[in-house]
C-alpha cells in the first residue's frame, strides 16, 4: 500500500487545517488507517484513527473534540479536520495503515508538516 500525505500548512493559533491521506495498491488490504505527529526532540505520538470501514474512530485526549478523522472509501482517502489548532500541534504529520489489529502499522506515507503559530 502507498500512502500521500498533503493539507499542511501554516496557520494561526484558533485556526483550521485539513489533512488528507490517499491510499493506492493493495488498499483491500487495510485494516485501519492512522494519523501519527512527530515534534523534534519527542517521540511519535498517536493523534487518531480510523478503521477502514469506517465503524470505529479514535482520538487521543489532546486531540478530541477539535480533530475528526473521517474517511471516503469510494475514493481510498482518509481525511483529518483540525479545527482550533494550538501551537503545540506543531508537528510533522504522518498517516500509516495496519494490514490486522494484532500487526503494527507497516505503511506509511511521507508527512506533512503542520505549524501553528501564537
Known amino acids: 500500500v502507498q500512502l500521500q500525505a498533503s493539507g499542511g500548512g501554516l496557520v494561526q493559533a484558533g485556526g483550521s487545517l485539513r489533512l488528507s491521506c490517499a491510499a493506492s495498491?493493495?488498499?483491500?488490504?487495510?485494516?485501519?488507517l492512522a494519523w501519527f505527529r512527530r515534534t523534534p526532540g519527542k517521540e511519535r505520538e498517536f493523534v487518531s484513527g480510523?478503521?477502514?470501514?469506517?465503524?470505529?474512530?479514535y482520538y487521543a485526549d489532546s486531540v478530541k473534540d477539535r480533530f475528526t478523522i473521517s474517511i471516503d472509501n469510494a475514493k481510498n482517502t482518509v481525511y483529518l479536520q483540525m479545527n482550533s489548532l494550538k501551537p503545540e500541534d506543531t508537528a510533522v504529520y504522518y498517516c500509516?495503515?495496519?494490514?490486522?489489529?494484532?500487526?503494527?502499522?507497516?505503511?506509511w506515507g511521507q508527512g506533512t508538516q503542520v505549524t501553528v503559530s501564537s
Open positions: 500509516a495503515v495496519q494490514g490486522t489489529p494484532t500487526i503494527n502499522f507497516d505503511s
Open positions: 495498491g493493495r488498499t483491500g488490504s487495510i485494516y485501519a
Open positions: 480510523i478503521l477502514w470501514s469506517g465503524k470505529n474512530t
